[in-house]
């Protein structure tokens, strides 16, 4: 079992830029198919960001982030990265890193805040 610490939100302005990471516990990332960011904003759905296909190290993004978000790995310290730059305020919401070995994303953080205002 796997335990997913994020770190690395905050309060920033429009235009700026933050990194998450995402620590895993107790496995490493190898041991998994896919490593992935997902965010909740107040009042949505729980919506996909990006993702790290191990076996291929390509990259998803979602539409909504991608040239601006990118999702690396530090495999020496078992660390995910989202680099996030030119943050909008549309950007703010709990973000959440998860693992997925087979079919679902079964291990997931305790997610971290990142806040962008206008």
């Known amino acids: 079992q796997v335990q997913l610490v994020e770190s690395g939100g905050g309060l920033v302005q429009t235009g700026d830029s933050l990194r998450l990471s995402c620590v895993a516990h107790?496995?490493?990332?190898?041991?998994?198919?896919?490593m992935g960011w997902f965010r909740k904003a107040p009042g949505k759905e729980r919506e996909f960001v990006a993702a790290?296909?191990?076996?291929?190290?390509?990259?998803n993004y979602s539409d909504s982030v991608r040239g601006r978000f990118t999702i690396s790995m530090e495999n020496s310290k078992n660390t995910m990265y989202l680099q996030m730059n030119n943050l909008k305020p549309e950007d703010t919401a709990v973000y959440y890193c998860?693992?997925?070995?087979?079919?679902?994303?079964?291990?997931w953080g305790q997610g971290t805040q990142v806040t962008v205002s206008s």
């Open positions: 998860a693992t997925k070995r087979g079919g679902n994303w079964d291990y």
């Open positions: 107790g496995r490493t990332f190898n041991f998994y198919a896919m």
């Open positions: 790290f296909i191990g076996s291929t190290r390509r990259t």
